[in-house]
């Protein structure tokens, strides 16, 4: 089948693949890597793989769902996706969302303006299926036609589809080509969200139909609320953990620092995504030294997912969501602190923030807030002398959509880089009008099979491109630069996005937190705290 | 009275009954999670800040300007601006086309107005005594047409676009097209009936004022007659519509992209959380906890 001749009714088709990529089709990038992609074999399936698995979307596996064996089967995910459409669109079952989905489903003009704003359907060389309404579009038809009173007749007029499991598989894959970075609603002229829709799709496969990807799912927010955390880091291994990074500390920086750990009564209980502490420890390190510099009455937690701020649940799952809301809230109420504060966490920001405030009753909430505006305070306060010579290398920042489009807080990351790196520049769009790094919504942690490959060619795109564009003319490997990423999932993501570019190598870039950089710039601390080496 | 006049009455009502039912239905229904979108009109901040830039944004005031959600809202309204920033070649035929139906609309008010004035006696005509009917004549004389021909070419342009245009036309249904075309022909009857019947509207008006004192209206003029049967018509039509994203344009900016509310203890987003946790949960899949409250599933692991 032709790729750009795909509708929206092929969706039900029964044939091999829907769309086969070709790299010569993607956006280009700038030099060393504008021919990057010619002549790449694109990681195939196995036999194996394609026997066992239903990869006829597009030939990758993100959810990696298995064929239907029989005639029963095939009715039976029908029969199962209907019955959660229906939960979807009722007001007792689905009052979580119910009405900003309604308002997407039913007032669409179908104008394509959001088509433009996506990273997923712009990098790779508009895909019809990647187009931000095809997957709006098929939910849209299914309601019309199956649902809504008079839909057999009328769903010639409103657009018509056939709903068999071809649909539902290949939706179920397709809902996880989207990171929900909702950068089409933000240009929609009538405010639709179609990443919104997205979400409630999976929502719908995993509510309903137990669908998700095990990242998400069973070793995501099943295991958080389990063992502690989604890394399957124990108490136990957080207590060894922050022993070595005191000592890593002392190592680096001379200074001698007790990390404060389930301190009851403490102002703050801090929360970092606990892909910091096994990836990048150098993170909540560097917390450490900036809030013991500054005196901040501060704590950690070794409490059942009080050290792992993430909550998967905020894409893909509303029971998920409030479960791991209430357990972050609970363990600051257990520990009597004053306010909740999440580390370099996007999502975090957007689930504990946000999104929880509504999932759960006042009196199972505490405060909760961002770490980057008392950053900023402090940064600004004089507690701490620092000296931004010691950053003088080309600095960009990536914004996490996360923080910036999605919670609001643009501002404090700047002022702070503004302050400590005299080489920063802005990458373009920035701020609330920022690309997804395209590990978004859960695309960072999710490995399955051949799906990282599409993630770094397609999903990531548009970020390498900003990236390497806000450098362009430093592009020697021999000038060391940082891209500032203020999210542990951003950083999964840009790290497999540049090891799949060999970006260091090629063009000298490196990344990390905003806390890293700060410390870097601290006049008491004797060796650079920013290692330049690729780890 | 005549059948036309009836269709018209009918037409109005289910246009009437139609729109409020759609705005009762998302007035009605009940609290959902945040989901805004930065930047949010009524803090102020252009760049998309919001009030998590501050520490302790619990214990300080929250700003929320009215003028700063019309500075947004009025150009967004009047001339599309997000059409404007994002989809200019589009922006080129929608614009006209939503622009000449404002000017409809306001021209479809003065001739009501017209016509209420008139059951009181008042003729309104070039030569009427008062300053007041001769401006509301001269001014609906003039709006109507402009009103019509503009929105005729925006909504000629935009039937071409999604013709000619390779990704709105793929991605088109069959109402797009009946929508607008059903428009087109209302609005070259509008034209027609102008130019060759109505030129300074004082059939329509008088039309309007049978309906007002439910009189018979007796003129047997064909051409007037079909513009109104296709304007009755597209009144009953339109509220089954997407068209009516101009009512829905308020939900999805004021009470999705814009609010920011927080959940305060003891305020009225926390009574409607609460009502809403005793929503018993239907969902199948193994980790809910099917038949249980929202509000009972927070200790299990979902395992």
């Known amino acids: ?38 002549g790449v074999v694109v990681q195939q399936l196995t036999e194996a793989q394609r026997e066992k698995f239903d990869a006829s979307l597009d030939g990758y596996l993100a959810l990696a769902q298995s064929r239907p064996q029989n005639k029963k089967e095939e009715e039976a995910l029908v029969t199962t996706f209907i019955s959660g459409l229906k939960k979807l669109m009722s007001e007792t079952d689905n009052w979580t969302f119910l009405e900003p989905l309604m308002l997407s489903i039913e007032f669409c003009a179908r104008c394509q303006t959001c088509a433009e704003a996506c990273p997923i359907f712009t990098a790779s060389g508009r895909q019809e299926i990647y187009r931000p309404t095809y997957r709006a579009e098929v939910l849209r038809r299914i309601y019309n ?10 769903g010639k007029l409103t657009g018509d589809i056939e709903l068999n499991w071809n649909t539902v598989v290949r939706l179920a894959e397709l809902v996880y080509r989207c990171t929900l970075c909702r950068r089409c609603a ?22 309903e139909m137990g669908l998700a990807p095990k990242e998400l799912h069973e070793l995501g927010t099943v295991q958080q609320l389990r063992m502690g955390s989604s890394t399957g880091m124990t108490p136990v291994a957080l207590k060894d953990i922050i022993e070595f990074m005191e ?14 750990i389930d301190k009851e009564g403490a102002d703050i209980l801090l929360i970092h995504n606990a892909g910091e502490y096994l990836s990048w420890p150098e993170n909540p390190e560097a917390f450490a030294i900036i809030f013991d510099a500054a005196g901040i009455n501060y704590t950690l937690s070794s409490e059942l997912a009080g050290y792992d701020a993430v909550n998967y649940g905020v894409w893909y799952d509303d029971v998920q969501l409030a479960r791991v809301a209430y357990k972050h809230n609970d363990v600051g109420k257990k520990l009597k602190v004053k306010k909740i504060l999440v580390g370099e966490c996007g999502h975090s920001h957007k689930a504990l923030l946000v999104v929880s405030d509504r999932v759960l009753s006042s009196e199972n909430l505490i405060p909760r807030e961002s770490t980057l505006p008392l950053l900023e305070t402090i940064v600004k306060s004089g507690k701490i002398n620092f000296e931004p010579k010691r950053n003088n290398f080309p600095v960009t920042l990536h914004d996490p959509c996360n923080m910036v489009r999605l919670t609001g807080i643009v501002r404090p990351q700047r002022e702070i880089l503004r302050i400590i790196a005299p080489k920063f520049r802005e990458m373009e769009p920035h701020g609330a009008e920022n690309y997804c790094c395209g590990g978004g919504s859960g695309f960072a942690i999710m490995q399955s099979m051949n799906f990282p490959d599409w993630r770094s060619s397609i999903a990531g795109r548009m970020k390498l491109k900003q990236i390497l564009d806000a450098f362009k003319g430093e592009i020697d490997p021999s000038i060391h630069k940082y891209v500032c990423t203020p999210c542990s999932n951003c950083k999964g993501q840009i790290r497999d996005l540049f090891n799949y570019y060999n970006v260091w190598e090629k063009a000298g870039i490196l990344y990390g937190g905003l806390v890293d950089i700060i410390v870097n710039a601290m006049d008491d601390i004797k060796e650079p705290f920013i290692k330049w080496e690729w780890m | 009275m ?31 999670l945040r989901w805004e979108l930065y930047p949010v009109a009524h803090e102020g901040k252009d760049y998309g800040g919001s009030y998590y830039e501050e520490v302790e944004w619990w214990a300080k005031s929250r700003k929320r300007s009215v003028i700063d959600e019309l500075k947004f809202m009025i150009p967004e309204i009047l001339f599309i601006r997000a059409l404007y920033n994002h989809n200019r070649k589009l922006w080129i035929a929608s614009f006209p086309f939503h622009g000449g139906l404002y000017v409809t609309i306001c021209f479809l008010f003065l001739l009501v107005i017209g016509a209420v004035i008139q059951t009181f006696g008042v003729p309104v005509l070039p030569n009427s005594s008062s300053w007041f009917t001769r401006l509301l004549y001269s001014v609906t004389m003039i709006i109507g047409p402009v009103g019509f021909i503009t929105s005729l070419l925006g909504c000629i342009m935009l039937l071409f676009l999604r013709f000619a245009d390779r990704d709105l036309k793929i991605n088109s249904t069959l109402q797009d097209y009946f929508n607008l075309f059903f428009i087109t022909a209302l609005l070259i009857c509008a034209l027609a009936t102008w130019f060759f019947i109505d030129s300074s509207f004082t059939l329509t ?6 309906l007002i004192t439910m009189k018979p209206f007796l003129s047997r003029n064909a051409m007037l007659k079909l513009e109104l049967i296709i304007f009755a018509l597209f009144l009953i039509y339109f509220p089954f519509t997407h068209m009516t994203h101009m009512f829905a344009k308020y939900f999805t900016y004021h009470k999705v992209r814009w609010e920011d509310e927080p959940n305060i203890e003891g305020g009225k987003i926390d009574a409607h959380v609460k009502s809403a946790l005793q929503h018993t949960i239907k969902w199948n899949a193994s980790h809910v906890p099917t038949g249980k409250k929202w509000s009972e599933i927070f200790k299990e692991n979902g395992e």
């Open chain 2, 205 to 210: 008006r008088e039309y309007i004022q049978s």
């Open chain 2, 2 to 32: 005549t059948s036309l006049q009836l269709l018209m009455y009918f037409s109005v009502i289910i246009c009437g009954i139609g729109i409020v039912r759609k705005v009762l239905k998302y007035v009605r229904m009940p609290i959902h």
């Open chain 1, 1 to 38: 089948m032709n790729n750009k001749k795909v509708t929206v009714k092929d969706i039900s088709k029964n044939c091999e693949q829907l769309i086969k990529l070709d790299p010569s089709d993607y956006v280009k990038l700038p030099p060393p890597f504008d021919n990057r992609d010619e």
């Open chain 1, 247 to 260: 000592e890593e500390i002392e190592e680096k920086t001379g200074k001698k620092i007790k990390i404060p």
């Open chain 1, 145 to 154: 036609k199956y649902i809504k009173p008079g839909g057999k007749i009328l």
């Open chain 1, 186 to 207: 933000s240009v929609c002229p009538i405010g639709v969200d179609n990443g919104l829709i997205t979400r409630e799709l999976r929502k719908l496969f995993s509510q």
